[in-house]
Structures are given as C-alpha cells and as structure tokens.
C-alpha cells in the first residue's frame, strides 16, 4: 500500500481483543518478566481505536500519496548504559515479540484474501539459520563465494524445467526473490531479443507487467477482458494488427490476479501465427499462483515449451508454500545471453535481476517439493478446487451474489460493506468486489467460519434499509449477482 505504514500495534492489540482474546488465553501464556509494558498495550490499544474509527468512517482504507503517513511502528532506541546489567531492553524486546507472535496466529486463522498457502512446517531447516546463503550471480557458474546453496536451486529448476518440459541443455533459470521478479525478468527478457517490440498485456494482469513497461521504457498496449478476466482475444487481435511493423512481446496470464482467469495461450498463438508474426514474438506466461496448479487440473490447457513460449515464472510463496517471498523464473538458454555478462568481482556471469539472491528460499522449495511431489500437488490442487466450489455454493446459497472460474480457486463475490470486516479477513477488494483465494491450507471448517459471519454481519449492514448489497453484474456477469435488481 503506497504511503501507509500499517497499523502494527494495532493488529497486535485486536489480537488481543475479540475473538483474540479466546485465542490468548489458548495459546501458552508469557512468563511473568516477558508480560508487555503498559506503554506497549496501551499504544496498541490507542492505535486500534483510531484504525477503527477510520475504517468505519467509510468502510474503505485512505490511501495517501506523496507523504509518509505513520500510523504506529516499534521504534528502534538506544541502550541505556546500564541495560547489559538490568537486562531491561532485553525482556522489553521479549515481550514485543511473543505478543507478535501472538498477533501472528490470530491474524493466520483469519487469512483469506490473498494467494499463500500457510499450511508447512520448516522445522527441519531451523538448522541452517545461522548461515548467511548468498547464491550471487549465474545458479549454474559457482563464485569465489562459498556460502550458497546452488545445489539445491539448480535441482529445484530442473524440477520446474520438466514439469514446463524443457530439456536440461535448453533452459536456463533462477530462485527469483518475488512473483514480481519473475514477470519483470520475462519481460526483459522479451525486451531484449526484440528490441523495438510493443508489449501486449491484458487490463486484468498483475500491476509488475505494467511496472515492468515503465521501467524499462517500453511501448505497451493494453487489451480488453471477458467478463471472466480473461484476455479478450478478438481484441488483441485488433490491436495487434495495427502494429505489424514492430514485433509483440506478450503477457499471457496463467490466472489473474483478482479473478483467477486464465488467458487462451493457444488461441494467443495462433492470432500471432496467422497475423504474420511467427518468428516475432516472445510469450511469458505469468503462472504466479495457477503456473503450479494447472498442471495438476484434469483437462486444463497445458502450460509447455513444447509450443513456441519465451519463459514462465511462479511464486513460491503461493502455493507451494514458502515462509518467505521467493519465485522460479525458467526461459530458453538460447535467450539469455542476451543479458548475461561476466563480473569478474563474482568469478560468475550475471543475467538475474537483484545479483544477489536469498540462498534459504532454494532449500524450502527443494524441501517441500522433495515432501510432496508431483502427486502431492495434484491431491493439494483437487482439495483447493473441491473447496472453492463448497464456498461459492454457500454463498450463493445465502443469497450473495459469487463467481468461480472454472479453472480456478478464487472465489469473486460482492465487497463487504464493513472496511474492519475487509481488514478482519484480509480480504483483497477491488471496486464492488473481493475475492477470497483458497489454498492447501484453508478448510472447510474455516470457509463455514467465515460464511456464517458474513450472512451475521451482513443482516446488520442492511437492516434498516437504506442501503443495499452492491450490483456486480458489470463485473462478474448478470448471471452471477444475486443483487436486488438480478436475483
């Protein structure tokens, strides 16, 4: 969020009100010593109340530009000079701790809006935290540095490279730090084989491919949608004609980010082919959530570099479920010397985007893909499938308008009218509507969960009458809103 700090205190202190509280006095209690500082509390509570009185004041987050806004932080001080002796910083420090960590359960039950699977246990790697793994420059020319863990990156790509089915001596990759990453690597990629190539992306892709246009100045058409949010290729069509002289360098979505579309990378192909661009194009799919799934869906269109694509990336945070930020780029080797170059510094070649990458990312993807295999993300993916539909069926069922792509687990329904509900559920909204994303870790006890309070919350939001639920028809379809005007 541009210009907003978050209301860390505050999430700690509705930790610890509500329903926060039940989950407290669940959870084992501090040692005496390590209980908060009255002054932690009661900034927490200070800070909740503001945040609340703002939510409701519109039932929408303010987002500010061109100013910091600093709504709470845990500022950083200096030691008192006798505090190695009191030891007093040191609890202080404790205690703001265990109370975030406290604040960390109680907001992991009530996550719903957004792609990451919650669900792991990393125990066996808490070995390994004391090391500094830096995996500098090309994953596959070891440096002068000694602290990587290259092994484990170039067997995770390997194992990406044959589910994308792409030979060993044909590709090329690396353990990127974000999805963002992933989709700006792609793109320069793409920049760089075509030069003067025009960047072809649906209205409903990720903000990093525009992000990407920007910074690497190049010419960008935006295309239409379908109601699905999938890639409207009767105008790509269009627009693509009216550009034969450049080459196309094209974002296909393999599930958007709101409504979980996935664009026709078939039909996609075949307009270029048939348009005159064979031979000048460059295709990165944007698999970010679904780029791990759809391999696993019976009937799904196949994600491979057996049909004429430039480079694929994931997340690995999402589903696959990495406790920090880090995403897989793959692309054909014969691409990528376009942008590696030697760095003598590095007795390595570099064509990554940051340089340096997190070394621990490598070994929890290799970890868990060890754990689970091939089979193990077909099983993940039925259940998230299997669930998706449950909770759309029981919205729909308590009259709230919902949509479901049939390819995907995100569930699109109307905006809850409640800003602290949004903030509750950590919801992602976008115009009149939210989505909740259902991944391995959310069950079917916690969509009952959630559905029960928002049927409860929303008979008081409407009770008087003066207000009413919101028409999405203009954005998931008529068929699909249960609004006044089209049930």
Request: charged share 25%; aromatic share 8%; proline share 4%.
């Amino acid at each position: 969020m541009v210009g907003s700090v978050g209301n860390g205190l505050a999430d700690l202190a509705a930790s610890m009100n509500g329903v926060g509280k039940a989950a407290a006095a669940a959870a084992e209690p501090l040692p005496m010593e390590l209980e908060p500082p009255a002054d932690v509390m009661a900034a927490a509570a200070e800070a909740e109340t503001e945040g609340k009185a703002a939510a409701a004041a519109n039932g929408k987050r303010e987002i500010v530009m061109r100013r910091n806004v600093h709504t709470s932080c845990f500022a950083v001080k200096e030691p008192d000079a006798d505090d190695e002796e009191t030891g007093e910083r040191e609890a202080t420090m404790a205690s703001v701790l265990a109370l975030y960590r406290r604040s960390l359960v109680e907001r992991t039950k009530h996550h719903l809006g957004y792609p990451y699977n919650l669900d792991f246990d990393y125990g066996a790697l808490g070995q390994l935290q004391h090391f500094s793994i830096n995996n500098l420059g090309d994953p596959f020319i070891e440096s002068n540095y000694g602290v990587h863990s290259r092994q484990f990156e170039v067997g995770v790509l390997d194992w990406f490279a044959r589910l994308w089915e792409l030979e060993k001596e044909e590709y090329w990759g690396y353990i990127t730090n974000c999805g963002t990453e992933g989709n700006l690597h792609g793109i320069l990629v793409g920049r760089e084989v075509f030069p003067d190539g025009i960047l072809y992306a649906s209205r409903e892709s990720h903000y990093s491919v525009f992000k990407a246009a920007r910074m690497y100045r190049m010419d960008c058409v935006k295309v239409d949608t379908l109601m699905s949010g999938e890639i409207d290729c009767a105008d790509f069509q269009r627009k693509l004609v009216q550009n034969r002289d450049k080459p196309a360098i094209i974002n296909v979505n393999i599930g958007t980010t709101v409504k979980g579309a996935v664009d026709d990378l078939d039909l996609v192909i075949k307009i270029l082919e048939e348009n005159g661009f064979k031979d000048r194009f460059y295709i990165h799919c944007d698999g970010a959530l679904f780029g791990l799934m759809i391999p696993f869906v019976k009937k799904a269109p196949k994600v491979t570099f057996k049909k004429p694509i430039g480079s694929v990336s994931v997340s690995g945070h999402k589903f696959v479920g990495c406790p920090m930020p880090c995403g897989v780029q793959i692309t054909r080797l014969e691409h990528i010397n376009v942008l590696s170059s030697n760095v003598e510094y590095l007795a390595s070649r570099d064509a990554t985007i940051m340089g340096s990458r997190n070394g621990h990312a490598p070994i929890f993807l290799w970890y868990t893909l060890n754990r689970k295999g091939y089979r193990g993300f077909q099983k993940e993916v039925q259940k998230c499938l299997r669930n998706a539909h449950y909770l759309k069926d029981r919205l729909r069922e308590a009259g709230i308008g919902a949509m479901l792509n049939e390819l995907s687990s995100t569930v699109v329904f109307e905006r809850p009218k409640d800003g602290e509900f949004v903030r509750r559920w950590q919801l992602a909204c976008e115009g009149n509507i939210a989505h909740v994303v259902v991944m391995p870790s959310v069950n079917i006890d916690k969509l009952d969960y959630f559905v029960n309070e928002l049927v409860e919350k929303r008979a008081t939001w409407y009770q008087d009458g003066t207000s009413q639920p919101p028409c999405i028809a203009r954005d998931v379809g008529v068929e699909n809103c249960l609004c006044g005007l089209h049930k």
